[in-house]
C-alpha cells in the first residue's frame, strides 16, 4: 500500500509541474509581448527590468490559478490510469476510490498550504515590487510618505473617545502635524470640546499639542490656552499616510490591523473582510477543485467515456470560479455577509464533489 499511495502521489505532483511549467512559459510568452509594447519605447525603458518586472508578476498568477492547475492535474493523471486500465486493476484488488483518492487529497494539502504561505508573505512583496517597475517605466511617482494636506480623520482616544482630526499639513517623516483641529461630541451629538493648536508631534509613540487652546462647552464656554498638551490619542503614523494604503501589498495580519483601524475610525471595512476571506479560502478552493475533478474522471465509459468526463470536470472547474467571484463582488456590495460570500461557492463544489465520489463509489448507485 505506501508504494502504491507513494506512486500516485508522485504522479499527481509531476504532473502538476509539468502544467505549472506550462502555464509559466505561456504567461512570459503572454505578458513579455504585452509589455513590450506597452514599455519598449519609453525612456526608462530597460531589458533587466522588464524581466525582473515580469518574475515579479509571476507568484500572483500562479497561486490565483493554483485551483485550476491542480484540478488539471488530477484530470491529466486520472485519466492516463483510466486509459491504461490501472484503475481497473487497483479496484479489482480490493482498493476503494477513498483509498484511491487519499495520495490526491494529500498532495493537494501540501499544495494549498504552500499557496497560503505564498499569498501571505510573497506575493504582496512580489506585487509591491511589479507596481514600482510599472510606475518607473510610466514615469508616475510611486505613493511615499511625502507631505500631505487638508487631512480630515476620525481618531479614537485611549479614554474610548471618538474626536474629528482637521490637520492642514502632515510631515510623516518628521512625526509632526501642523494647524491641528479637534472636534468632540457629546452623546447627544453636541459639540462637547473644540481644540486649536499650532502643531502636534509624536514623542514615543504619545502625541503632544503644542501652543494652542480649548473650548469646553457647556452651560459657560470655557477657554484654556496650553503650551504642551497631552493628547491620548490612538494614532499611528501610517493612518496618517493614507496615499500608501493598498491591500493588496498587505499579509494576513497588515490587513486584519487595517480592518481594526478602519472600524475603529468609523469606516465600511466591508471590502477588507471579503478581501481577507477570498484570501484563506484560496487554499481550500485548492482542495476542492481536486475532490471535484476525481469522480468526473473516474466516470464509466457507458456515462459518455473519459473525454466527456474532462470536459465537464474542466468546465465545472471554471464554473467554480465564475461563482466565486461573482459571490465576492456581491460581498463587497454588501448584499452578502463576506465570510457567506468567500467559503459558500468553496463548500458548495466542495459538496458536489462529495456527492458525486459518493455516488460513484457505491456499486448499488452505478447501474
Known amino acids: 500500500m505506501p508504494i502504491l499511495f507513494l506512486y500516485l502521489l508522485r504522479l499527481f505532483l509531476s504532473g502538476l509541474l509539468q502544467i505549472v511549467g506550462l502555464f509559466i512559459a505561456l504567461f512570459l510568452l503572454i505578458d513579455g509581448i504585452e509589455s513590450i509594447r506597452r514599455f519598449a519605447l519609453k525612456p526608462t525603458f530597460n531589458w533587466f527590468d522588464m524581466v525582473w ?6 507568484p500572483d498568477f500562479i497561486t490565483l490559478l493554483l485551483p485550476s492547475i491542480s484540478l488539471l492535474a488530477v484530470l491529466m493523471v486520472l485519466a492516463r490510469l483510466s486509459r491504461q486500465n490501472e484503475i481497473t486493476v487497483m479496484r479489482a484488488s480490493g482498493l476503494s476510490l477513498y483509498r484511491i483518492l487519499i495520495p490526491f487529497l494529500l498532495g493537494g494539502l501540501l499544495i494549498a498550504s504552500a499557496q497560503l504561505l505564498l499569498r501571505d508573505q510573497l506575493v504582496p512583496l512580489s506585487k509591491r515590487l ?21 487631512l480630515w480623520l476620525k481618531v479614537w482616544t485611549k479614554h474610548g473617545d471618538r474626536q474629528l482630526l482637521n490637520v492642514q499639513q502632515v510631515l510623516p517623516d518628521e512625526r509632526v502635524m501642523l494647524n491641528v483641529s479637534l472636534f ?10 473644540y481644540t486649536q493648536a499650532r502643531s502636534a508631534h509624536m514623542v514615543q509613540d504619545k502625541w503632544v499639542l503644542n501652543q494652542g487652546i480649548r473650548y469646553q462647552y457647556g452651560e459657560n464656554v470655557q477657554a484654556e490656552r496650553f503650551i504642551h498638551r497631552d493628547w491620548p490619542a490612538l494614532l499611528g503614523l501610517d493612518q496618517l499616510n493614507r496615499t500608501a494604503i493598498n491591500p493588496d501589498f498587505l499579509t494576513f495580519e497588515q490587513i486584519l490591523r487595517l480592518i481594526e ?22 487554499p481550500v478552493t485548492t482542495l476542492a477543485a481536486i475532490l471535484l ?16 468526463s474532462l470536459l465537464l470536470g474542466v468546465l465545472l472547474g471554471f464554473t467554480l470560479f465564475i461563482i466565486a467571484d461573482l459571490a465576492q463582488a456581491l460581498g463587497i456590495g454588501g448584499r452578502l455577509p463576506p465570510p457567506l460570500a468567500a467559503w459558500a461557492p468553496v463548500c458548495f463544489f466542495a ?8 455516488h460513484l463509489a457505491d456499486p448499488k448507485r452505478q447501474g
Not at 518586472?53 to 509571476?58: A, V
Not at 507596481?131 to 494636506?149: A, C, K, S, Y
Not at 459538496?351 to 459518493?358: K, R
Open 53 to 58: 518586472m515580469m518574475l515579479c508578476r509571476l
Open 130 to 150: 511589479a507596481q514600482q517597475m510599472e510606475d518607473r517605466f510610466l514615469g508616475r511617482d510611486t505613493p511615499t510618505q511625502t507631505d500631505i494636506d487638508n
Open 184 to 193: 468632540e461630541w457629546d452623546a447627544e451629538h453636541r459639540l462637547r470640546t
Open 261 to 282: 483601524r478602519t472600524e475603529r475610525e468609523g469606516y465600511d471595512a466591508t471590502r477588507l473582510h471579503v478581501l481577507l476571506h477570498s484570501r484563506l479560502s484560496q
Open 293 to 308: 475533478a476525481f469522480p468526473f474522471t473516474l466516470r464509466l465509459p457507458r456515462r459518455g467515456g473519459i473525454t466527456r
Open 351 to 358: 459538496g458536489v464533489g462529495g456527492f458525486l465520489l459518493i
